[in-house]
């Protein structure tokens, strides 16, 4: 950082502005805000919330689908030998490939940034889930059969808790695929806002300077969005499970 900074200064490329004056117009263009409103600017509640919603709308919906089928699928051998081939075809699919296809069925907006963020994000989440809840150690299960637990305890006592390192697993790598989706999908045209609008709207404006801040602005939301997952799974599952 220090080498990049002397040698864009010695040189004076625009095309690679220094790192210190980077952060000052990011500071300046989002974080100059008044007191009362964190310290958010007007550009930062335009383009950095709208981004977060749909993001947090995308990867919640794909955690909350990607694990109850995950369990499901996890728990019935028939269901896993029918299920895993259309999943690992599904894995491998490059997420960007799909938002053509919610353009067609959607239209542009935001349900079809939230649906193609959610539908490639269930994933990781999804297998993670069924391969740790098909993995639950058999003895507990002859355990939780002497002991009459019915389904419902069996899923929250058993089988939810031996998953979770496998499920945040999966959490991690949708999270990031959701934070690439929604910069992708707000790449596309009819978006107004966001991120990746402003991304876009700096580069046709050749406005260099706030390309490089966006981009640092991604990598800083996706080490604090992954460390505090990270910090979540550890105060869940325990440090020594944790798969961070």
């Given amino acids: ?12 490329s625009v095309y690679f502005p220094p790192p210190g004056r980077i952060v000052r117009h990011a500071h300046e263009l989002w974080f100059s805000g008044p007191v009362r409103h964190g310290f958010l600017s007007e550009a930062a509640v335009a383009d950095i919330l709208p981004s977060l919603g749909r993001m947090g709308a995308g990867f919640g919906l794909a955690a909350v689908a990607g694990i109850a089928l995950g369990v499901a699928v996890g728990r019935s051998r028939s269901a896993y030998a029918l299920c895993n081939p259309v999943l690992q075809f599904a894995r491998a699919v490059p997420p960007p ?4 296809v919610f353009v067609v069925v959607l239209d542009f907006g935001t349900p079809m940034q939230i649906a193609s963020i959610a539908f490639s994000a269930v994933w990781p989440v999804l297998i993670n ?3 740790g809840a098909r993995n639950t150690d058999p003895l507990r299960l002859d355990v939780a059969a002497v002991l009459r637990l019915n389904p419902v305890e069996r899923l929250c006592l058993l089988i939810l808790p031996s998953a979770l390192p496998r499920i945040f697993a999966g959490l991690r790598l949708s999270l990031s695929l ?10 596309l045209p009819g978006t107004a806002n966001g991120i990746g609008f402003t991304l876009t709207d700096a580069q046709t404006r050749s406005d260099l300077l706030t390309v490089w801040a966006a981009l640092v602005l991604l990598g800083a939301l ?3 969005l992954n460390t505090g997952l990270l910090a979540v799974e550890k105060r869940l599952v325990g440090s020594g499970r944790a798969t961070g």
Wanted: proline share 3%; net charge negative.
């Fill in 222 to 224: 996706g080490y604090l």
């Fill in 129 to 131: 889930t069924a391969e």
């Fill in 1 to 12: 950082m220090v080498l990049w900074e002397v040698v864009a200064r010695g040189h004076g």
């Fill in 178 to 187: 959701s934070l690439i989706l929604m910069v992708f999908s707000e790449l």
């Fill in 97 to 100: 490939a799909l938002v053509p």
